[in-house]
């Protein structure tokens, strides 16, 4: 099986503009969640999403945006950015959120605001 | 705020030796989760070990969970330098919940 695939792996943008991220997810899997990873905060979870549906979101400000489609792909979107967005975007996949299960990672992408 | 703090900070050992990393947490949960973390890549899922659980195997890795002390600890016996990454616990509070991370700890294997 294929792992959980995120597009693209490197990305440089300005401040001010604004980003779109993509995560595929391991065929199956209906639940995809996304986080911030800096060094100072650590792992941050930004939102997840079951079935198109956002269940869960954390506490980032409105700039920081998901979907999910009918085929589980997911992205995330951020706009007018900021020096403090450069972080490494992880997202992960499983099976379910109903019953607990592991969730798999990307390899994730690195956001680099200048 | 983060749910699991992992201590310590960070662990460096010779190769051959056991590992012991330590994980609290704060409120109840429903499973408490490892994973692991290479450099700048992607987290791998190492154990789950459900809140009915005390003990759980698999290979070089031994996790316990105490949710009397909320806390739990993860062993690896017989570290290689393969095994220098930074783990994470991650606690799961049940269904529509989200998965929480501590800051993690940084394992360091001399060859």
């Known amino acids: 099986k294929a792992g959980v695939t995120q597009t693209p792996r490197y990305l440089i943008k300005t401040r001010g503009q604004q980003v779109t991220l993509s995560c595929s997810p391991i065929?199956?899997?209906?639940?995809v969640s996304w986080y911030q990873q800096t060094p100072g905060q650590g792992l941050q979870f930004l939102f997840e999403?079951?079935?198109?549906?956002?269940?869960n979101k954390g506490n980032f400000p409105g700039r920081f945006s998901g979907r999910q489609f009918s085929n589980s792909r997911s992205e995330m979107n951020v706009s007018t950015l900021e020096l403090g967005d450069s972080a490494l975007y992880l997202c992960?996949?499983?099976?379910?959120?109903?019953?607990?299960?592991?969730?798999?990672f990307g390899p994730g992408t690195r956001l680099t605001v200048t | 705020s983060q749910q699991g703090e992992e201590d310590p900070q960070a662990l460096s050992i010779q190769e051959g030796e056991n590992a012991t990393m330590n994980c609290s947490y704060k409120?109840?949960?429903?499973?408490l989760q490892w994973y692991r973390q290479n450099s700048g890549r992607g987290l791998v899922h190492l154990i789950l070990?459900?809140?009915?659980?005390r003990e759980k195997h698999s290979g070089r890795l031994r996790v316990t969970l105490d949710t009397s002390k909320k806390s739990s600890s993860l062993l690896i016996t017989a570290s290689r330098a393969a095994d220098t990454a930074s783990y994470f616990c991650?606690?799961?509070?049940?269904?529509?919940?989200?998965?929480?991370f501590g800051k993690g700890i940084t394992l360091s294997v001399r060859p």
């Open positions: 070990i459900r809140s009915n659980e």
């Open positions: 992960a996949s499983s099976l379910s959120r109903v019953v607990s299960y592991e969730q798999y």
């Open positions: 991650a606690t799961d509070p049940g269904a529509n919940s989200k998965l929480t």
């Open positions: 999403y079951f079935s198109e549906t956002q269940r």
């Open positions: 409120t109840s949960i429903n499973n």
């Open positions: 065929s199956g899997h209906r639940s």
